[in-house]
């Protein structure tokens, strides 16, 4: 009799060990897929960076530049495609991909396993120079932007008034270990 306890507790002291090692695994699972995010975020700061460059003294440092697409710049001049969750579909495919930029321009730190790819839209309809009508503008605060461009070219030695500039939007991708993804976003106006 005092067997059959003894196995029964044996039985149950085994379950309770299995489910424990179940239970820290998972947890331990979880936190490394969230070291692997936290990680991937800071990765994809390295885009950020390199879109500064281009914007501020690189190839697209130019209003003019900016009117046309630039493919060795990963640059498009119109609004691209997006996915229901707002991320370019160049983004999602290298095929798409192919068509807007180039895989070159992808930062990669083979050490770590990681792959970066960014793209550069401007939020217009078309390409060609920025209007209120096709393009997503900054510093608009009236419905059709008429009042403050007619305030801006009346009086051009009046600094106070604001120029109303196009937005551009920053999409990242960073690919991880175990082909770990993760997508950024984030716009400028230039």
């Known amino acids: 009799m005092v067997l059959v ?3 029964i507790a044996l039985v149950l002291m085994l379950i ?3 489910a424990m090692m179940r239970s820290m695994n998972t947890a331990l699972f979880n936190a490394g897929n969230l070291g692997f995010k936290r990680d991937l975020t800071n ?8 879109v500064i460059t281009l914007a501020t003294t690189g190839v697209l440092a130019t209003e003019a530049s900016r009117q046309a697409n630039a493919p060795a710049a990963n640059y498009s001049a119109s609004m691209l495609p997006t996915s229901p969750s707002s991320v370019p579909l ?3 495919s290298d095929a798409a991909f192919a068509g807007v930029g180039l895989a070159a321009n992808d930062i990669v730190l083979a050490e770590q396993g990681v792959k970066v790819r960014y793209l550069i839209d401007r939020l217009c309809l078309d390409v060609g120079a920025a209007s209120p009508s096709t393009c997503t503008l900054s510093n608009v605060e009236s419905t059709s932007g008429s009042e403050l461009l007619n305030a801006d070219a009346s009086n051009p030695s009046n600094n106070s008034a604001v120029k109303a500039q196009a937005i551009y939007r920053v999409s990242i991708r960073v690919t991880g270990p175990r082909n770990t993804q993760s997508f950024f976003q984030s716009t400028f106006s230039q």
Request: glycine share 18%; aromatic share 6%.
């Open 5 to 7: 306890y003894a196995m």
């Open 16 to 18: 309770g060990g299995a």
């Open 43 to 50: 990765q994809g700061e390295r885009a950020i960076q390199n």
């Open 90 to 92: 160049a983004l999602l």
